[in-house]
């Protein structure tokens, strides 16, 4: 790293303010470190920079193309789901192998410096920083990468092509390492390839990162059947119960009506004792991460102080989703009335 940094302080202290000769200068020196071992970082460094003193009115060309390329991969994917939608599997198929392709094209592999991911807002961004620990830059690639693979692993599913899904969603996964919905689905492979053990350590790995009630739940569940394969019924009656704390959902109920059918047995609600010391040995938190939840609420503090009400506004929302409190009802009524006051 520290080579990295001597070096670009040597290219960046021969450039004289003149942009036509700097972008010269700069294209001499991408040649110049073509063989060098850090090439792909010097590259994408000179790249930014290039881009960063470039005139007016050639960004403005490269922009307007830039768009109009990924305004294309948006439609072929917007038309993709209306082709799901309709249940014209083959078609949509079709169009999101061209997406997928084209993504190809343009692969961003991690480096030394840098870490490229496509989040789906800034909070998953500084939230996968702090569970990583990462010293490296994250940067931002296209916000709909990972949705697509998400999209095309899904229907490889469907269709029941599930070692070309798993790659699939994997790819999913690495653009955004803590996409809930593409663990979910993958976890859904691995199930029906009768992997139990992974399927459960990506419900334990969703866990960790997941801000949602909704998304809390439907970990428990998929703990609750892995549980239930593993004839750890009282496991499974804990993982359960606890998810209908934050999701009451109807399938949650008939797995427990199918555990008193097969144990023959009326399930009486555990305590939160008794949910707690059944899933202890299972290593599995109860509820939401306490970095998830200390983080969204530290950070909402923060940018309602930077008065970026529309950002804490967002975080708020996720803090008084994960837990309920009457404050925090009422500074989302605030923040509401103020974002709403600014748009007027």
Known sequence: MQDYEKIMRDITSGMTGDSEKDIAYLIKKQDEYQNHELKIEITRAIGRMMYEIAPKELLDTFNSELQQDQLTLHQLYEEANYQIYMKNYNKAMDLLKVCISRMEEFPFNHDSVSEYYSFFNYFEGILYKKLTQSTRKFRAIPDNYAAIYLTYGALLVEI??????????????????????????????????????????????????????????????????????????SGAIAAFYLSTHYENAPIAMSELHYISVITKQKIEPPTYEEIKKCLEPYDIEMGASPLVWALAYHLGNHLFEEKNYEASLFLYRIVNDLDPHKDFEEKIKLLEEITNSQEN
Do not use: T
């Open 160 to 233: 029941k092509e599930y070692e070309k899904a798993e790659k699939a969603l994997e790819s999913a996964l690495i653009y955004n390492p803590i996409y809930s919905e593409a663990m979910f689905e993958l976890g859904e492979v691995y199930k029906m390839n009768n992997d139990m053990e992974k399927y459960f350590n990506l419900a334990k790995r969703a866990l960790k990162s997941v801000y949602s009630r909704k998304n809390l739940a439907r970990c428990y569940r998929n703990i609750g059947y892995y549980l239930v394969e593993k004839m750890d019924y």
